[in-house]
């Protein structure tokens, strides 16, 4: 079945740095989302690209959907304690299933 | 209330009892699913369900036994769960659930908080 590449799958990062993680696919994708999760909650939408080069901002993160639509990647700026969490990447592949393929998850720890 | 909510949010259950969790949706959407996540695993599709019909099984269990009765509710019922199901279950919603090739925005997945099911 399709799956996705997700790294890494763990940082440490101290309070203000940048973090950058990606997703890779061995198909074409229509749809790139990533998604954060909290501990014991559901995943929370953070960004959704639906074209092929689309760079999207949502306050200090940003992500970008591959201009080959096999990859995408998710930069979070100047980190505070509360990113910390697990952060999924999931899409829709072209001529898939219905299905949403999720990542494995990268889980942040951000040290103050 | 906003969003996907779900309830319970903990769930303690022996072998033997009978259970339902529920989920509603608060965005007008037409598609709900219940997935399954278990530690260091990938999030697993269980249901798929599409104004009130039942387009996918993941080949689930039939212990697990859904129900939607309406587009903005869905149930999972719980019978004689073994240990190994304990996990975070998980309710999401979108406004359609997807054509094949096309994953646009009406496609995209909101969840809800989840409900930890135990089982003793």
């Known amino acids: 079945g399709q799956q996705l590449n997700q790294s890494p799958q763990s940082m440490f990062i101290q309070e203000g740095e940048d973090v950058s993680m990606n997703c890779t696919s061995s198909?074409?994708?229509?749809?790139w989302l990533w998604y954060k999760q909290d501990p014991g909650e559901g995943p929370v939408l953070l960004i959704a690209l639906y074209k092929a080069g689309e760079l999207t901002s949502n306050g200090r993160l940003t992500a970008q959907f591959g201009i080959t639509r096999k990859d995408s990647f998710l930069n979070i700026s100047a980190s505070i304690p509360s990113d910390v969490g697990i952060y999924f990447c999931a899409g829709h592949s072209q001529g898939g299933s219905e299905k949403l393929v999720f990542g494995k998850g990268m889980k942040l720890t951000v040290n103050p | 209330e906003t969003g996907v909510t779900q309830t319970p949010r903990h769930l303690v259950m022996g072998m033997t009892n009978k259970k339902s969790l529920k989920c509603e949706q608060h965005l007008g959407h037409n598609a709900m699913y219940w997935y399954k996540q278990s530690a260091k695993k990938p999030l697993e599709l269980m249901f798929v369900?599409?104004?009130?019909?039942?387009?996918e099984n993941n080949s689930v269990p039939s212990r697990f036994s859904p129900e939607c009765p309406n587009s903005s509710h869905l149930f999972l019922h719980l019978h004689t769960l073994q240990p190994e199901d304990s996990a975070l279950y998980l309710c999401?919603?979108?406004?359609?659930?997807?054509?094949?090739?096309?994953?646009?925005?009406?496609?995209?997945?909101?969840f809800g908080p989840g409900t930890r099911l135990t089982v003793l």
């Open positions: 369900y599409s104004l009130e019909e039942r387009v």
């Open positions: 198909s074409i994708f229509n749809t």
């Open positions: 999401a919603s979108s406004q359609s659930p997807g054509i094949r090739g096309a994953g646009g925005p009406t496609d995209t997945q909101y």
